[in-house]
């Protein structure tokens, strides 16, 4: 099986470029590792403020779709996001939806390592995601509460230490035992 590892947190916080630099970290020492990039960029319908249930749950079921098929062929999956922050946005978006609760607790069992990346600054601005800084903060501080809620443990990034999360991320994947079992 493979090791699932997760970045949370809002969007335009650096999730991706710390994706891609923990990817590349693990391929230099044989890791055979894939990438499930943010499937909301994808999604047919409104994202941001203007999503609906119907989209997040597009989006939230995508995610566990591309979770799946990367674990089949590899033996690293690194998450540009996790179910519980697809969870967070449907929440703030059609509130709670208790029948779907279950699902997202499951899946949130099986990362390996979830990694919170903070709000430092503001959102460089990309075209696709939403850059008003209290919408992002109600995901984030949401993202907060749901993790606080399932008592699931994550590394913190420190905001002040920006410049050393590539390296703080990756000494802490390399510690995961079924990223550790894989290295050359």
Known sequence: MAARIAFIGTHGVGKTT???DLAAALKKRGVAVDIVKE????????????TSLEAQLWILSTQIA???RSAAAHDVVVCDRSVLDNYAYLVLAASR???LEPLVNRWMKGYDLLIKVPIVGAPSPDGVRDTDELFMRSIDRL?????AERK???LRLPPARREEWAAIVT??????P???ARLF
């Open 171 to 176: 000494e802490h994947a390399l510690a995961v």
């Open 18 to 20: 710390l994706c891609y």
């Open 152 to 154: 699931l443990e994550c």
């Open 178 to 180: 079924g990223v550790a």
């Open 143 to 147: 993202v907060d509460e749901l993790l």
């Open 97 to 99: 939806q208790r029948w």
């Open 66 to 68: 591309e979770e799946i």
């Open 39 to 50: 499937v909301a960029r994808q999604s047919p319908l409104p994202i941001n403020r203007q």
